[in-house]
């Protein structure tokens, strides 16, 4: 071993900077000749020379370097081969106050130091750069050395590349934010409703305040809208969806009911929109969301349908009216004066309800209260009915023995209990039952008259109290009707302080038209009085 020390050949390879390290005069130098080392600095200079990885030595009180090719290829010609055997405060005197420190703590034996993505700036090439590197500074053992250790060895890697990559990440980053928070804005100040759809589960990622008044909710960022309206399950509202994020193509929607819970009672109400899906794309051009724009046009469509209704039912008023009149005609020669009466009648009925309609619009339907024997007036409307019915209808009643006097417009009550009966009559087939019930409840009297007829579909429980509505099963079928004599009803009811409601198991299961008067008089039937 002694001689391999002399003869220069240690240590063997190690590239350029192994040539270098066997022909310099450490001698000259606080190591002393190669053959004087320590063993723990020959194994550390063996480890540095043998590995592609840049690693550097400082050895002793005044740090003499050493270091690999790997390690040359980091420094200029400022500081290479200079560095080589020369004094590590002489050598980083730039960057003196950041590694000092960090040698300190090693060669006092306070622990190794690591280091990611720090900034060390280096003299190279002419000119002060500034550099990032991930390094650690490791203690290499001497037991003669103050604290037992002898120097210190560098495993580094120049990181400049890698922190400019995340920078410029960092900076798109913070430009997409930026763009989305400048979107976010313009979205914010848009006067009609605008959000973001994420994803084939239509997840809500960003929504403006007009959009979170129009739903009437606030809480949905990160919820389906297959989750925050469930009631839309089975109206092709999230089909339609679908169908945008996979075909890519966009929807225009046009006054399109909705049935929404937007005040979240769990009873959905009939909304009418105007929208827009269309989709967004991700820069290769898939489709990743759908952007929405929609207003409500509730009153719009309502008055439209209200606009058609009044022409259907002139159209159909006109036809009933001719019909009445030839009736009128071929009955003045043929069966005698009932006939002639009845048609003359319905006629009437027909003018009157158009008549109340009028009244109701302008807000001039009258009302005459006064304490009134509820059972008896019941009573005498079903007698008329069964009087009214030709196909053999049995009618039943079921009214308490005693019941309290109520007060309110018994002809105007009379004209609703007719309307009711009548429906129930028409709707029926022939020799079928219609049963009316009377029970109070202590603060009003409730009237049901159920039928075996026809039925409702769900959908039109609602509609047929609106003016023009009628059920499309009613529709289908050859029954005359205007689609009035409910609304009036649900009308005058109200005015009385009391409600009106109609059930049905379906189409083809009958219909129950339930209607409540308080026993003490509304505020309408009190101005009235």
Excluded at 172 to 194: D, G, K, N, S, V
Excluded at 388 to 412: C, E, F, Q
Aim: with cysteine; net charge negative; aromatic share 8%.
């Amino acid at each position: 071993m002694a001689s391999q020390r002399d003869d220069h050949s240690w240590p063997a390879g190690g590239g350029e900077m192994g040539a270098l390290i066997r022909a310099y005069d450490w001698a000259a130098t606080p190591l002393g000749p190669i053959p004087t080392w320590p063993q723990s600095l020959r194994v550390a200079v063996r480890l540095i020379l043998t590995t592609r990885h840049p690693m550097f030595i400082w050895w002793g009180p005044e740090l003499t370097q050493l270091y690999n090719d790997a390690y040359r290829a980091t420094m200029g010609p400022e500081k290479h081969p200079a560095a080589l055997g020369g004094r590590g405060r002489e050598t980083w005197a730039e960057t003196w106050d950041t590694i000092g420190p960090q040698i300190a703590q090693v060669m006092d034996d306070r622990g190794a130091t690591w280091h990611e993505d720090q900034l060390v700036p280096v003299t190279r090439h002419g000119r002060r750069e500034d550099v990032w590197w991930t390094y650690g500074y490791s203690p290499i053992d001497d037991e003669a050395a103050p604290h037992g250790i002898g120097g210190v060895l560098v495993v580094c890697r120049d990181v400049t590349a890698e922190h400019a990559a995340a920078e410029e990440l960092r900076a798109a980053r913070a430009a997409a934010e930026a763009e989305r928070t400048h979107l976010y804005e313009l979205f914010a100040q848009a006067p009609t409703a605008i959000c973001l759809l994420s994803g084939p589960d239509h997840v809500y990622t960003l929504t403006n305040p007009p959009y979170q008044a129009l739903i009437g909710r606030d809480d949905i960022l990160g919820r389906s809208v297959r989750n925050v309206f469930p009631e839309l399950a089975g109206q092709g509202i999230i089909e339609l969806l679908d169908g945008v994020y996979r075909t890519g193509e966009a929807f225009v929607g046009d006054e399109v009911l909705m049935q929404l819970d937007r005040d979240g009672d769990g009873v959905p109400e009939d909304v009418y929109f105007t929208f827009v899906y269309a989709p967004f794309r991700a820069t290769n051009g898939a489709t990743t969301g759908i952007f929405v724009h929609a207003y409500e046009v509730t009153e719009q469509a309502q008055a439209r349908l209200a606009a058609e209704g009044a022409v259907r039912a002139r159209d159909t008023f006109l036809a009933i009216a001719a019909h009445e009149l030839r009736t009128l005609d071929s009955e003045r020669l043929g069966r005698g004066l009932d006939t002639l009466d009845r048609a003359a009648d319905r006629l009437v009925a027909l003018t009157n309800d158009l008549l109340d309609v009028a009244q109701l619009n302008t807000g001039r339907l009258s009302l005459n209260p006064h304490q009134t024997d509820l059972a008896a007036l019941v009573a005498e409307s079903v007698t008329q009915a069964r009087d009214r019915s030709d196909d053999g209808h049995h009618l039943t009643l079921a009214v308490p023995p005693t019941l309290p006097t109520v007060w309110l417009d018994a002809t105007r009550i009379e004209q609703v209990l007719t309307n009711l009966l009548d429906n129930a009559l028409k709707y029926s087939p022939a020799g079928g039952t219609v049963a009316v019930t009377v029970a109070a409840d202590g603060a009003g009297v409730a009237i049901a008259v159920r039928d075996r007829g026809i039925g409702l579909p769900t959908a039109a429980l609602e509609l047929i109290f609106a003016p023009f509505g009628r059920a499309s099963n009613a529709e289908a079928s050859t029954l005359p009707g205007l689609g009035l004599g409910l609304a009036i009803s649900r009308t005058i009811v109200e005015r009385h302080g009391g409600w009106i409601a109609a059930a049905s198991e379906g189409e083809g299961y009958g219909t129950t038209i339930t209607l409540w008067l308080p026993l003490a008089g509304s505020s309408d039937t009190e101005e009235a009085s």
